[in-house]
T-cell receptor, first 115, second 113 residues
């Protein structure tokens, strides 16, 4: 009955490789997000998709490419991985309404380590 | 740009010792202020949403309050299981802002038995 699930939970790879993280939500929400949490635990938004349409793209390098095949899935593909990409990546979802503002529901994260 | 500042960065309490966490924010038109709890190795877990100054919400030992510039998370008689990182986030009214939350860096709370 997991609401927002991400795979894999851990990802260890070498510099220069390409990797993907998958996310699925079963809450029926229309908006999904990718957030990055750095070593100082700071959560920062990367992307937001509403009904498969990209809404927010926050100064993220072009090496990061999100893809939403349907509104229940949002994947993150990263090309040419760099050491600085090491972080925990969180997927989240919400139902965006005019009112009231909706909380985000987060997955348990994917810890990416680039060596 | 929306900004959220949380203090203190870390707080260590004895079991039963009440205290408060602070969240100061700057946002162009506040739609909502959110409190989350994050345990190690887990994603943030939603606690409260506050919409307007003067509003209060309670859940067990936690009470969240909101003014026009800041929010407090009051913890009454905490237990060791309340140990976690508490995150504050805001959602503003600027274009596209209702499609994201801006987070603070969190307060790491440790409650010793």
């Amino acid at each position: 009955d997991t609401a927002v699930s991400q795979t894999p939970k851990y990802l260890v790879t070498q510099m220069g490789n390409d990797k993907s993280i998958k996310c699925e939500q079963n809450l029926g929400h229309d908006t999904m997000y990718w957030y990055k949490q750095d070593s100082k635990k700071f959560l920062k938004i990367m992307f937001s998709y509403n009904n498969k349409e990209l809404i927010i793209n926050e100064t993220v390098p072009n090496r990061f490419s999100p893809k939403s095949p349907d509104k229940a899935h949002l994947n993150l593909h990263i090309n040419s991985l760099e050491l600085g990409d090491s972080a925990v990546y969180f997927c989240a979802s919400s139902q965006v309404l005019d009112w009231p503002p909706s909380p985000l529901h987060f997955g348990n994260g994917t810890r990416l380590t680039v060596t | 740009e929306d900004q959220v500042t949380q203090s203190p960065e870390a707080l260590r309490l004895q079991e039963g010792e009440s205290s408060s966490l602070n969240c100061s924010y700057t946002v162009s038109g506040l739609r909502g202020l959110f409190w989350y709890r994050q345990d190690p190795g887990k994603g943030p877990e939603f606690l409260f949403t506050l919409y307007s100054a003067g509003e209060e919400k309670e859940k067990e030992r936690l009470k969240a309050t909101l003014t026009k510039k800041e929010s407090f998370l009051h913890i009454t008689a905490p237990k060791p299981e309340d140990s976690a990182t508490y995150l504050c986030a805001v959602q503003g009214e600027r274009g596209g802002s209702n499609y994201k939350l801006t987070f603070g860096k969190g307060t790491l709370l440790t409650v010793n038995p």
